[in-house]
Protein backbone atom coordinates (compact mmCIF):
# COMPACT_ATOMS: atom_id res chain seq x y z
CA UNK A 1 0.00 0.00 0.00
CA UNK A 2 1.35 3.57 -0.97
CA UNK A 3 2.18 6.05 2.13
CA UNK A 4 -0.13 8.15 0.91
CA UNK A 5 -3.39 5.54 0.75
CA UNK A 6 -5.79 6.66 2.84
CA UNK A 7 -6.63 10.35 4.55
CA UNK A 8 -4.95 9.72 7.53
CA UNK A 9 -1.64 8.89 6.33
CA UNK A 10 -1.94 11.94 3.82
CA UNK A 11 -2.29 14.21 6.53
CA UNK A 12 0.72 12.78 8.37
CA UNK A 13 3.20 12.81 5.08
CA UNK A 14 1.25 16.70 4.55
CA UNK A 15 2.34 17.97 8.47
CA UNK A 16 5.73 16.56 7.84
CA UNK A 17 6.03 19.18 4.54
CA UNK A 18 4.45 21.63 6.02
CA UNK A 19 7.14 22.04 8.77
CA UNK A 20 9.41 22.92 6.40
CA UNK A 21 7.74 25.80 5.15
CA UNK A 22 9.50 29.02 5.14
CA UNK A 23 6.15 30.55 3.68
CA UNK A 24 3.54 29.63 6.09
CA UNK A 25 3.35 33.02 7.43
CA UNK A 26 1.83 34.42 4.45
CA UNK A 27 -1.34 32.47 4.98
CA UNK A 28 -2.36 35.10 7.36
CA UNK A 29 -2.27 38.01 5.03
CA UNK A 30 -4.95 36.46 3.35
CA UNK A 31 -8.73 36.50 4.35
CA UNK A 32 -10.41 32.87 2.89
CA UNK A 33 -13.57 31.57 4.05
CA UNK A 34 -13.88 29.42 6.51
CA UNK A 35 -14.62 25.43 5.39
CA UNK A 36 -13.06 26.24 1.59
CA UNK A 37 -9.95 25.34 0.33
CA UNK A 38 -9.15 27.76 -2.49
CA UNK A 39 -7.81 25.72 -5.95
CA UNK A 40 -8.59 28.58 -8.33
CA UNK A 41 -6.19 31.04 -7.34
CA UNK A 42 -4.43 30.99 -10.84
CA UNK A 43 -7.95 32.68 -11.82
CA UNK A 44 -9.22 34.33 -9.85
CA UNK A 45 -6.80 34.93 -6.88
CA UNK A 46 -7.47 35.27 -2.96
CA UNK A 47 -8.46 38.31 -0.97
CA UNK A 48 -5.15 40.02 0.66
CA UNK A 49 -6.39 41.29 3.99
CA UNK A 50 -4.73 44.63 2.94
CA UNK A 51 -6.65 45.40 0.11
CA UNK A 52 -9.95 46.11 2.40
CA UNK A 53 -8.83 48.37 4.30
CA UNK A 54 -7.32 50.34 1.33
CA UNK A 55 -10.28 50.67 -0.71
CA UNK A 56 -11.83 51.47 1.96
CA UNK A 57 -9.69 54.76 2.32
CA UNK A 58 -9.21 54.75 -1.66
CA UNK A 59 -13.19 55.58 -1.56
CA UNK A 60 -14.15 56.83 1.76
CA UNK A 61 -11.45 59.69 1.64
CA UNK A 62 -9.42 59.48 -0.90
CA UNK A 63 -12.67 59.50 -3.70
CA UNK A 64 -15.22 61.12 -1.35
CA UNK A 65 -13.46 63.98 0.50
CA UNK A 66 -10.54 64.43 -1.98
CA UNK A 67 -12.70 64.32 -5.02
CA UNK A 68 -10.74 64.94 -8.13
CA UNK A 69 -7.89 66.47 -5.60
CA UNK A 70 -6.55 62.80 -5.48
CA UNK A 71 -5.32 62.34 -8.90
CA UNK A 72 -2.57 64.63 -7.20
CA UNK A 73 -3.01 64.87 -3.42
CA UNK A 74 -3.25 61.14 -2.61
CA UNK A 75 -0.82 60.01 -6.14
CA UNK A 76 -3.32 58.39 -7.93
CA UNK A 77 -2.01 59.12 -11.46
CA UNK A 78 1.07 57.70 -10.64
CA UNK A 79 -0.10 54.12 -9.80
CA UNK A 80 0.05 52.39 -13.25
CA UNK A 81 3.71 53.36 -12.81
CA UNK A 82 4.20 52.10 -9.06
CA UNK A 83 2.08 48.65 -9.92
CA UNK A 84 4.62 48.57 -13.16
CA UNK A 85 7.38 48.51 -10.84
CA UNK A 86 5.96 45.63 -8.38
CA UNK A 87 5.52 43.47 -11.00
CA UNK A 88 8.80 43.90 -12.55
CA UNK A 89 10.20 42.90 -9.09
CA UNK A 90 8.39 39.80 -9.52
CA UNK A 91 8.85 39.30 -13.51
CA UNK A 92 12.69 39.90 -13.75
CA UNK A 93 12.52 43.32 -15.40
CA UNK A 94 13.27 46.79 -14.69
CA UNK A 95 10.67 49.57 -13.02
CA UNK A 96 11.34 51.04 -16.50
CA UNK A 97 9.88 48.14 -18.30
CA UNK A 98 7.04 47.62 -16.87
CA UNK A 99 3.45 49.70 -16.60
CA UNK A 100 0.08 48.48 -15.37
CA UNK A 101 -2.74 49.28 -17.79
CA UNK A 102 -5.98 47.78 -19.85
CA UNK A 103 -6.69 44.47 -19.96
CA UNK A 104 -4.33 41.51 -21.39
CA UNK A 105 -6.13 41.45 -24.66
CA UNK A 106 -5.45 45.02 -24.98
CA UNK A 107 -1.73 45.12 -23.86
CA UNK A 108 -1.40 41.81 -26.20
CA UNK A 109 -3.20 44.29 -29.35
CA UNK A 110 -0.65 46.96 -28.62
CA UNK A 111 2.57 44.83 -28.22
CA UNK A 112 1.76 42.80 -31.27
CA UNK A 113 1.63 45.78 -33.73
CA UNK A 114 4.53 47.17 -32.13
CA UNK A 115 6.54 44.09 -32.95
CA UNK A 116 4.71 44.27 -36.17
CA UNK A 117 5.53 47.87 -36.79
CA UNK A 118 9.08 47.25 -35.89
CA UNK A 119 9.78 45.24 -38.82
CA UNK A 120 7.85 47.67 -40.75
CA UNK A 121 10.34 47.69 -44.43
CA UNK A 122 10.77 44.19 -43.92
CA UNK A 123 7.71 43.18 -45.94
CA UNK A 124 8.72 39.61 -46.55
CA UNK A 125 8.32 39.28 -43.19
CA UNK A 126 4.71 38.35 -42.88
CA UNK A 127 4.20 35.38 -40.33
CA UNK A 128 3.33 35.46 -36.73
CA UNK A 129 3.37 32.17 -35.01
CA UNK A 130 1.43 31.36 -32.11
CA UNK A 131 0.22 28.30 -30.59
CA UNK A 132 -2.96 26.34 -31.69
CA UNK A 133 -4.93 25.51 -27.85
CA UNK A 134 -3.66 28.42 -26.11
CA UNK A 135 -6.18 30.74 -24.33
CA UNK A 136 -8.35 31.51 -27.18
CA UNK A 137 -8.16 35.34 -26.69
CA UNK A 138 -4.18 35.55 -27.53
CA UNK A 139 -5.26 33.45 -30.85
CA UNK A 140 -8.32 35.65 -31.35
CA UNK A 141 -6.11 39.17 -31.23
CA UNK A 142 -3.23 37.92 -32.88
CA UNK A 143 -5.30 36.72 -36.00
CA UNK A 144 -7.52 40.11 -36.10
CA UNK A 145 -4.21 42.03 -35.57
CA UNK A 146 -2.36 39.92 -38.54
CA UNK A 147 -5.68 40.62 -40.75
CA UNK A 148 -5.34 44.24 -40.33
CA UNK A 149 -1.30 44.24 -41.37
CA UNK A 150 -1.68 42.24 -43.79
CA UNK A 151 0.18 39.40 -42.17
CA UNK A 152 -0.83 35.70 -41.54
CA UNK A 153 -0.71 33.91 -38.41
CA UNK A 154 0.80 30.19 -38.42
CA UNK A 155 -0.41 28.12 -35.33
CA UNK A 156 1.72 25.17 -34.07
CA UNK A 157 1.58 23.13 -31.06
CA UNK A 158 3.95 22.68 -27.60
CA UNK A 159 5.64 20.36 -29.60
CA UNK A 160 5.88 21.72 -32.84
CA UNK A 161 6.35 25.54 -32.19
CA UNK A 162 10.17 24.94 -32.78
CA UNK A 163 10.63 23.44 -35.71
CA UNK A 164 7.75 25.65 -36.96
CA UNK A 165 9.64 28.91 -36.04
CA UNK A 166 12.84 27.45 -37.80
CA UNK A 167 10.67 26.26 -40.34
CA UNK A 168 9.22 30.31 -41.03
CA UNK A 169 12.59 30.80 -40.94
CA UNK A 170 13.30 34.44 -42.61
CA UNK A 171 9.70 35.19 -42.69
CA UNK A 172 9.38 35.53 -39.17
CA UNK A 173 7.83 38.39 -37.74
CA UNK A 174 6.38 37.82 -34.28
CA UNK A 175 5.90 34.83 -32.11
CA UNK A 176 3.53 35.31 -29.02
CA UNK A 177 3.11 32.71 -26.87
CA UNK A 178 1.60 31.99 -23.23
CA UNK A 179 4.04 30.64 -21.43
CA UNK A 180 2.46 28.54 -19.01
CA UNK A 181 -0.53 26.66 -20.75
CA UNK A 182 -3.66 27.89 -19.15
CA UNK A 183 -5.39 24.08 -19.37
CA UNK A 184 -2.59 21.76 -18.47
CA UNK A 185 0.47 24.22 -16.96
CA UNK A 186 3.00 22.99 -19.25
CA UNK A 187 5.72 25.73 -19.44
CA UNK A 188 7.90 26.57 -22.18
CA UNK A 189 11.58 27.03 -21.86
CA UNK A 190 11.32 30.69 -22.27
CA UNK A 191 15.32 31.84 -22.61
CA UNK A 192 15.25 28.98 -25.11
CA UNK A 193 12.72 30.11 -27.39
CA UNK A 194 13.39 33.56 -26.87
CA UNK A 195 17.20 33.28 -28.69
CA UNK A 196 15.68 30.69 -31.21
CA UNK A 197 13.06 33.59 -32.31
CA UNK A 198 15.52 36.17 -32.02
CA UNK A 199 17.98 34.15 -34.03
CA UNK A 200 15.48 33.96 -37.15
CA UNK A 201 15.12 38.10 -36.75
CA UNK A 202 11.51 37.80 -34.55
CA UNK A 203 10.55 39.81 -31.83
CA UNK A 204 9.14 37.48 -28.94
CA UNK A 205 5.97 38.62 -27.16
CA UNK A 206 5.29 35.97 -24.06
CA UNK A 207 1.79 35.89 -21.95
CA UNK A 208 2.46 35.49 -18.03
CA UNK A 209 -1.26 35.07 -17.49
CA UNK A 210 -0.11 31.70 -15.40
CA UNK A 211 3.37 32.84 -14.55
CA UNK A 212 3.76 35.67 -12.60
CA UNK A 213 3.77 35.69 -8.33
CA UNK A 214 4.15 31.79 -9.12
CA UNK A 215 7.30 31.83 -11.19
CA UNK A 216 10.42 33.28 -11.40
CA UNK A 217 11.65 34.65 -14.97
CA UNK A 218 14.31 37.24 -15.66
CA UNK A 219 12.64 39.31 -18.74
CA UNK A 220 15.31 41.32 -18.84
CA UNK A 221 18.32 39.06 -18.65
CA UNK A 222 16.63 36.65 -21.14
CA UNK A 223 16.19 39.35 -23.54
CA UNK A 224 12.72 39.27 -24.04
CA UNK A 225 11.20 41.73 -26.19
CA UNK A 226 7.35 41.87 -24.60
CA UNK A 227 5.31 40.39 -22.50
CA UNK A 228 2.16 41.03 -20.84
CA UNK A 229 -0.18 39.16 -17.85
CA UNK A 230 -3.12 39.32 -15.88
CA UNK A 231 -3.57 40.87 -12.52
CA UNK A 232 -5.81 39.57 -11.30
CA UNK A 233 -4.76 35.51 -11.21
CA UNK A 234 -1.50 34.94 -8.49
CA UNK A 235 -1.16 38.90 -8.51
CA UNK A 236 -4.48 38.83 -6.39
CA UNK A 237 -5.58 41.91 -7.35
CA UNK A 238 -9.18 41.51 -7.74
CA UNK A 239 -12.02 40.50 -10.46
CA UNK A 240 -11.10 42.65 -13.56
CA UNK A 241 -7.93 43.91 -12.10
CA UNK A 242 -5.61 45.58 -14.14
CA UNK A 243 -3.10 44.12 -16.36
CA UNK A 244 0.52 44.68 -17.44
CA UNK A 245 2.93 45.05 -20.19
CA UNK A 246 6.70 44.83 -20.04
CA UNK A 247 8.84 46.33 -23.04
CA UNK A 248 12.83 45.74 -23.21
CA UNK A 249 14.10 49.28 -22.42
CA UNK A 250 15.79 49.51 -25.47
CA UNK A 251 12.79 48.94 -27.35
CA UNK A 252 10.98 51.60 -25.76
CA UNK A 253 12.11 55.30 -27.60
CA UNK A 254 11.01 53.57 -31.16
CA UNK A 255 7.84 51.55 -30.16
CA UNK A 256 5.09 52.62 -31.71
CA UNK A 257 1.55 50.75 -30.80
CA UNK A 258 -1.74 52.66 -32.66
CA UNK A 259 -3.92 52.64 -29.36
CA UNK A 260 -2.13 56.33 -28.60
CA UNK A 261 -4.09 58.04 -26.04
CA UNK A 262 -3.50 61.20 -23.70
CA UNK A 263 -2.15 59.46 -20.89
CA UNK A 264 0.31 57.92 -23.46
CA UNK A 265 1.24 61.79 -24.80
CA UNK A 266 4.79 63.03 -24.03
CA UNK A 267 2.72 66.08 -21.88
CA UNK A 268 -0.90 64.75 -21.30
CA UNK A 269 -1.97 67.75 -19.81
CA UNK A 270 -0.64 70.54 -22.25
CA UNK A 271 -3.73 68.87 -24.57
CA UNK A 272 -2.30 69.24 -27.50
CA UNK A 273 -3.86 69.18 -30.71
CA UNK A 274 -1.58 66.18 -32.42
CA UNK A 275 -0.08 62.77 -30.64
CA UNK A 276 3.55 63.02 -29.37
CA UNK A 277 4.54 59.50 -27.42
CA UNK A 278 5.88 59.71 -24.48
CA UNK A 279 9.44 58.64 -24.45
CA UNK A 280 9.03 56.03 -21.62
CA UNK A 281 7.17 52.72 -21.17
CA UNK A 282 4.01 55.21 -20.69
CA UNK A 283 3.91 55.63 -24.30
CA UNK A 284 1.87 52.26 -23.69
CA UNK A 285 -1.13 54.03 -21.33
CA UNK A 286 -4.14 54.78 -23.14
CA UNK A 287 -6.82 56.21 -21.34
CA UNK A 288 -7.73 57.27 -17.32
CA UNK A 289 -7.15 53.82 -15.38
CA UNK A 290 -9.57 51.96 -13.50
CA UNK A 291 -8.07 53.99 -10.56
CA UNK A 292 -10.11 51.58 -7.56
CA UNK A 293 -8.70 48.54 -9.30
CA UNK A 294 -5.32 50.00 -9.63
CA UNK A 295 -5.38 50.60 -5.91
CA UNK A 296 -6.89 47.53 -5.13
CA UNK A 297 -4.22 45.66 -7.25
CA UNK A 298 -1.31 48.14 -5.75
CA UNK A 299 -2.06 46.74 -2.13
CA UNK A 300 -2.38 43.12 -3.14
CA UNK A 301 1.32 42.94 -4.38
CA UNK A 302 2.24 44.23 -1.14
CA UNK A 303 1.94 40.61 0.04
CA UNK A 304 4.87 39.54 -2.27
CA UNK A 305 7.20 42.51 -0.34
CA UNK A 306 9.10 40.12 1.29
CA UNK A 307 8.86 37.18 -0.60
CA UNK A 308 11.59 35.42 -2.18
CA UNK A 309 10.21 33.83 -5.92
CA UNK A 310 12.82 30.67 -5.89
CA UNK A 311 11.10 29.81 -2.52
CA UNK A 312 7.31 30.26 -4.27
CA UNK A 313 8.20 27.89 -6.45
CA UNK A 314 9.73 25.74 -4.52
CA UNK A 315 6.78 25.59 -2.80
CA UNK A 316 4.54 25.20 -5.79
CA UNK A 317 6.60 22.39 -6.80
CA UNK A 318 5.47 20.45 -3.42
CA UNK A 319 2.20 21.25 -3.65
CA UNK A 320 1.57 20.13 -7.08
CA UNK A 321 3.83 17.16 -7.05
CA UNK A 322 2.02 15.86 -3.18
CA UNK A 323 -1.14 17.07 -5.18
CA UNK A 324 -0.59 14.42 -8.07
CA UNK A 325 1.45 11.93 -5.40
CA UNK A 326 -1.83 11.31 -3.31
CA UNK A 327 -4.14 11.66 -6.23
CA UNK A 328 -2.63 8.82 -7.62
CA UNK A 329 -2.49 6.52 -4.19
CA UNK A 330 -6.54 7.73 -3.62
CA UNK A 331 -7.94 8.29 -6.66
CA UNK A 332 -6.32 6.12 -9.44
CA UNK A 333 -9.73 3.73 -9.89
CA UNK A 334 -12.17 6.37 -11.09
CA UNK A 335 -11.49 7.01 -14.95
CA UNK A 336 -8.83 10.04 -14.64
CA UNK A 337 -6.31 10.83 -16.85
CA UNK A 338 -3.23 13.32 -15.71
CA UNK A 339 -3.39 16.62 -18.07
CA UNK A 340 -0.02 18.20 -16.71
CA UNK A 341 3.63 17.11 -17.13
CA UNK A 342 4.35 14.76 -14.27
CA UNK A 343 7.72 16.26 -13.98
CA UNK A 344 6.97 19.39 -11.46
CA UNK A 345 9.73 21.58 -13.36
CA UNK A 346 7.93 20.99 -16.52
CA UNK A 347 4.57 22.43 -14.81
CA UNK A 348 3.20 25.71 -13.94
CA UNK A 349 1.18 25.89 -10.26
CA UNK A 350 -1.57 24.09 -11.64
CA UNK A 351 -2.54 20.26 -12.17
CA UNK A 352 -5.43 19.28 -14.38
CA UNK A 353 -7.08 16.21 -14.78
CA UNK A 354 -8.97 14.62 -17.31
CA UNK A 355 -12.47 12.84 -16.60
CA UNK A 356 -15.60 12.38 -19.27
CA UNK A 357 -17.88 14.06 -15.94
CA UNK A 358 -15.23 16.28 -15.39
CA UNK A 359 -17.70 19.38 -14.81
CA UNK A 360 -20.01 17.45 -12.73
CA UNK A 361 -17.38 16.30 -10.29
CA UNK A 362 -16.14 19.96 -10.19
CA UNK A 363 -19.10 21.14 -9.20
CA UNK A 364 -19.50 18.18 -6.34
CA UNK A 365 -16.09 19.65 -5.46
CA UNK A 366 -17.03 23.24 -4.98
CA UNK A 367 -20.27 22.30 -3.31
CA UNK A 368 -17.68 20.55 -0.44
CA UNK A 369 -15.62 23.71 -0.32
CA UNK A 370 -13.30 22.44 -2.63
CA UNK A 371 -13.13 25.64 -5.26
CA UNK A 372 -11.21 24.50 -8.64
CA UNK A 373 -12.68 25.00 -11.91
CA UNK A 374 -13.65 23.37 -15.48
CA UNK A 375 -12.24 23.45 -18.76
CA UNK A 376 -14.12 22.26 -21.53
CA UNK A 377 -14.26 19.68 -22.73
CA UNK A 378 -12.89 17.50 -19.71
CA UNK A 379 -10.55 19.00 -17.94
CA UNK A 380 -10.44 19.69 -13.92
CA UNK A 381 -8.04 22.22 -12.93
CA UNK A 382 -6.43 22.80 -9.84
CA UNK A 383 -4.13 26.06 -9.14
CA UNK A 384 -1.96 25.98 -6.28
CA UNK A 385 -1.23 29.60 -4.68
CA UNK A 386 1.77 28.46 -2.55
CA UNK A 387 1.15 31.88 -0.32
CA UNK A 388 -1.75 30.46 0.99
CA UNK A 389 -2.01 26.93 0.45
CA UNK A 390 -0.40 24.29 2.58
CA UNK A 391 -0.11 20.51 1.81
CA UNK A 392 -2.38 20.10 4.71
CA UNK A 393 -4.97 21.93 2.49
CA UNK A 394 -3.98 19.63 -0.53
CA UNK A 395 -3.93 16.02 1.91
CA UNK A 396 -7.66 17.51 2.16
CA UNK A 397 -8.80 17.71 -0.75
CA UNK A 398 -8.30 14.59 -1.62
CA UNK A 399 -10.17 13.15 1.06
CA UNK A 400 -12.84 14.77 -0.32
CA UNK A 401 -12.66 14.67 -4.24
CA UNK A 402 -12.06 10.53 -3.08
CA UNK A 403 -15.13 10.35 -0.88
CA UNK A 404 -16.95 12.39 -3.83
CA UNK A 405 -15.85 9.20 -6.33
CA UNK A 406 -16.11 6.46 -4.02
CA UNK A 407 -19.84 7.27 -2.73
CA UNK A 408 -20.84 8.44 -6.72
CA UNK A 409 -22.00 11.50 -5.06
CA UNK A 410 -20.97 13.59 -8.26
CA UNK A 411 -24.15 11.80 -9.70
CA UNK A 412 -26.71 13.92 -8.42
CA UNK A 413 -28.59 15.70 -11.73
CA UNK A 414 -27.71 19.25 -10.46
CA UNK A 415 -24.21 18.79 -11.00
CA UNK A 416 -24.66 18.60 -13.95
CA UNK A 417 -26.43 21.84 -15.22
CA UNK A 418 -24.21 23.87 -16.77
CA UNK A 419 -23.36 27.24 -15.16
CA UNK A 420 -22.41 30.50 -17.43
CA UNK A 421 -18.93 30.78 -15.75
CA UNK A 422 -17.02 27.22 -15.55
C1 LIG B 1 -3.23 32.94 -21.07
C2 LIG B 1 -4.30 33.96 -20.81
N1 LIG B 1 -4.24 35.14 -21.46
C3 LIG B 1 -5.18 36.09 -21.25
C4 LIG B 1 -6.22 35.88 -20.37
C5 LIG B 1 -7.30 36.88 -20.13
O1 LIG B 1 -7.15 38.07 -20.75
P1 LIG B 1 -8.02 39.34 -20.29
O2 LIG B 1 -7.36 39.87 -19.03
O3 LIG B 1 -7.89 40.27 -21.42
O4 LIG B 1 -9.40 38.89 -20.02
C6 LIG B 1 -6.30 34.66 -19.68
C7 LIG B 1 -7.41 34.43 -18.74
O5 LIG B 1 -7.58 33.43 -18.12
C8 LIG B 1 -5.33 33.68 -19.93
O6 LIG B 1 -5.38 32.51 -19.30
Same mark, same amino acid.
Given at each position: ?????????????????? $????????????????????????? /??????????????????????????????????????????????? $?????????????? $??????? /? +????? @????? &?????????????????????????????????????????????????? +??? &??????????????????????????????????? $??????????????????? +??????????????????????????????????????????????????????? /???????????????????? @????????????????????? +???????????????????? /????????????????????????????????????????????????????? @????????????????????????
Amino acid at each position: MSNLATPQLALARADQLD $TADSLAASRDKFSLPDGVIYLDGNS /LGALPKAVGARLHRAIHEEWGVGLIRSWNDADWYPAPQRVGAKIAAL $TGASAREVIACDST $TVNLFKV /L +CAAIN @AQAGR &AERDVIVCEEGNFPTDGYIAESTAALYGKQVVFANQDTIEATIAGVGNKL +CAV &ALTHVHYKTGRIYDMQRITALVQQHGGRMIWDLAH $TAGVIPVALHAWNVDYAVG +CGYKYLNGGPGAPAYVYVREDLIAQLEQPLVGWHGHAAPFSFEQHFRAHPSIDRM /LVGTASQLSMISLEAALDVY @ADIDMQAVRAKSMSLTDFFID +CFDAQLADYGFGLASPREAH /LRGSQVSFTHPQGYAIMQALIERGVIGDFRAPDILRFGFAPLYLSHRDVANAI @AIAAEIMRSGSWREAKYAQKKAVT
